[in-house]
């Protein structure tokens, strides 16, 4: 069983910085794709960051240049680090995993964590 744990939420000032961590139970080199996605109230889910098997990642318009995605296979564990945080990056944040079994794609996600930018 697949367990994601993210962590490292909290209460920030804008213009602030955050690192959140997505700890997986199981070893992330199995992914084809980890993300950090995000939901504000009344809001739809959105994909803040994604980081693909090779390497490459992918960031939402109104996060980039500010956040970035990184991984670590030997903790097999995913980060979010988000610098210039302003109030409309307040919702809370999920790490995601996909894994490709069989031609079918199981998703995987964790429990949230929230982030609250506010002075």
């Known amino acids: 069983q697949v367990q994601l744990v993210e962590s490292g939420g909290g209460l920030v000032q804008p213009g602030g910085s955050l690192r959140l961590s997505c700890t997986c139970s199981?070893?992330?080199?199995?992914?084809?794709?980890m993300g950090w996605y995000r939901q504000a109230p009344g809001k739809q889910r959105e994909l803040v960051a994604s980081i693909a098997a090779g390497g490459s990642t992918n960031y939402g318009d109104s996060v980039k240049g500010r956040f970035t995605i990184s991984r670590d296979y030997a903790e097999n564990m995913v980060y979010l680090q988000m610098n210039s945080l302003e109030a409309e990056d307040t919702a809370i944040y999920y790490c995601n995993a996909l894994h490709a079994v069989n031609g079918d794609v199981v998703a995987y996600w964790g429990q949230g964590t929230q982030v609250t930018v506010s002075s």
């Open positions: 199981t070893g992330i080199f199995r992914f084809y794709f």
